[in-house]
């Protein structure tokens, strides 16, 4: 396994997602996944799919600019950090954030978040 491969295949299926349909990322989180968005933490799959789509703008568009990975630990996981821009529809001017992911391997060979932290980056 190549984790810049699974690091890289996972960015462009979850910002994928959240742009077409955030409802869509239930199945990457599991009941002891955390969020923790603009310092609030949330728990849970159901929790944090529920703040995702209660963001207050309809459409947008991630433009990635980095991702790195790490393995993390013994059980196979992996950390993905992640920065780029957030173009919300309507405005004039992107929004810088980064985010890291902890992805933990499932039984089945995929992977799910176990930890999302999510920042808007202010100049």
């Known amino acids: 396994m190549d984790p810049d491969a699974v690091a890289k ?6 910002y994928t997602t959240f742009d077409a349909n ?3 990322l239930a199945n990457l989180y599991q009941d002891g996944s955390m969020l923790t968005f603009e310092g609030q933490k949330i728990q849970g799959a159901q929790n944090i799919v ?9 459409q947008c568009q991630h433009s ?3 991702v790195d990975c790490q393995p993390s630990g013994p059980a196979g996981g992996m950390l993905v950090f992640v920065s ?5 529809t309507g405005e004039q001017h992107a929004l810088k954030f980064s985010q ?10 995929s992977f799910y978040v176990f930890n999302d ?4 980056n202010y100049a």
């Not at 295949?9 to 979850?14: G, L, N, R």
């Not at 529920?50 to 309809?58: I, N």
């Open 117 to 120: 932290i999510f920042r808007l």
């Open 64 to 66: 990635i600019t980095t």
């Open 9 to 14: 295949a996972f960015v462009e299926h979850y």
């Open 50 to 58: 529920a703040k995702l789509t209660s963001l207050p703008f309809q």
């Open 100 to 109: 890291m992911f902890h992805l933990m391997p499932t039984p089945q060979g």
């Open 84 to 88: 780029g821009n957030l173009q919300l």
């Open 22 to 24: 955030r409802a869509g």
